[in-house]
């Protein structure tokens, strides 16, 4: 069983708040991923890091920002949330040995911006 | 022509039935395909992952690969309240990063 923690669970906030979405595992990851999910939709990668320090962007345009400080920590951060920010956000963390492993997921923060 | 498809659903059997789920993927750089099921407000949990054509099996589930049809399914035998869930499937390349299916919405009837 994977070890990689979301806080909060669900959040229901209004337009304009500062928000920070929290992930960390326990398993001592170096790659961590977050991702957006909308009902019957794709996950779609919107931030990944491949350590300390390191941080990208995915392939679906975000308005949020990540940061990597310590391993096993990889919080995102929305600067001033808007309805369109509303889905469902996952974080996963994948081991060091090459790139072919697989990625653990958390169970998700449920975000909705009224 | 999206990179990865799977056919949504949703699928209802009874249990007991013989599921099938399958993906389609365009790109045949693509290296290894994992399978993820995912229960109604609950993060995607690994169940099968491979890097190499043919069958793959584990307990109930095996999972099939075909590269040169870009073709991967996961069976499940005897199929079980228990497996009502959405699956995803997942197909990587060389950096690391995984592309996902929709997903299929599984339902299995006592």
């Known amino acids: 069983e994977a070890d990689i923690y979301q806080t909060p669970r669900y959040l229901v906030i209004g337009t304009g708040k500062k928000i920070t979405l929290e992930c960390s595992q326990t398993?001592?990851?170096?790659?961590m991923y977050w991702y957006q999910q909308d009902p019957g939709m794709e996950l779609h990668l919107i931030h990944y890091s491949y350590g300390v320090n390191s941080t990208e962007k995915g392939d679906l345009s975000s308005e949020s920002t990540v940061s990597r400080i310590r391993t096993e920590h990889f919080p995102l951060t929305l600067e001033s949330a808007r309805p369109s920010h509303t889905s469902q956000y996952l974080c996963a963390s994948s081991g060091r040995d090459g790139y072919n492993q697989p990625q653990h997921f958390g169970d998700g923060t449920r975000l909705s911006i009224l | 022509q999206k990179e990865v498809e799977q056919d949504p659903g949703p699928l209802s059997v009874p249990e007991g039935a013989i599921v099938s789920l399958n993906c389609t993927y365009s790109?045949?750089?693509?290296?290894?395909f994992m399978w993820y099921r995912q229960y109604s407000r609950k993060g995607p949990e690994l169940l099968m992952y491979t890097y190499s054509s043919g069958n793959k099996e584990d307990g109930r589930f095996t999972a099939q690969v075909d590269k040169s049809s870009k073709y991967i399914s996961l069976f499940i035998r005897d199929s079980q309240p228990s497996d009502s869930a959405t699956y995803l499937c997942a197909i990587g390349g060389s950096q690391g990063n995984l592309i996902f299916g929709k997903g299929t919405k599984l339902s299995v009837k006592p």
């Open positions: 790109n045949s750089a693509f290296q290894y």
């Open positions: 398993m001592g990851h170096d790659k």
